[in-house]
């Protein structure tokens, strides 16, 4: 795989931390929800982190697809991200599951479900995570 960009980031202090981008453009404090046991707080967590960045690249991907086939993404199209975490079944750690909800307002159903097929194999967070995390993909009427 040839890279075309790669980005910068790092952590201290784990869920209790902070993380940042190398650029600085992006800075934050990072607090355990009391769900797992955290205090909660006014930051952020990984699994918060996680959801906008997939939100993110599979509309990418999605419009990506779409051009292929001249159908116009209009500019409120929206993907939210639902990450769930927890033990895993066998007992040795934690993992995470994800519903992805694609909205594409006035563009019908059908289309829609067949171009979010597509973008689930061209985006590469679909990719990096297919076969190790459940993805449910939902197509907002």
Avoid at 24 to 45: A, H, I, Q, S
Avoid at 84 to 101: C, Q, Y
């Amino acid at each position: 795989m040839k890279i075309l960009y790669t980005a910068h980031g790092s952590a201290t202090g784990g869920r209790e931390g902070q993380a940042a981008t190398d650029t600085g453009n992006v800075k934050l404090v990072l607090n355990t929800p009391k769900e797992l046991g955290g205090g909660g707080g006014d930051g952020t967590n990984p699994e918060q982190l996680f959801s906008m960045g997939y939100s993110a690249c599979f509309l990418g991907a999605l419009k990506f697809v779409a051009g292929k086939e001249q159908v116009k993404i209009p500019p409120e199209a929206r993907v939210s991200a639902d990450v769930g975490i927890g033990p895993r079944d066998d007992g040795t750690g934690f993992g995470i599951a994800v519903k992805l909800t694609i909205s594409v307002p006035g563009v019908d159903k059908a289309v829609v479900e067949d171009l979010v097929k597509k973008a689930h194999i061209v985006c590469p967070y679909s990719h990096a995570t297919r076969g190790n995390i459940d993805v449910d993909l939902q197509v907002a009427a």
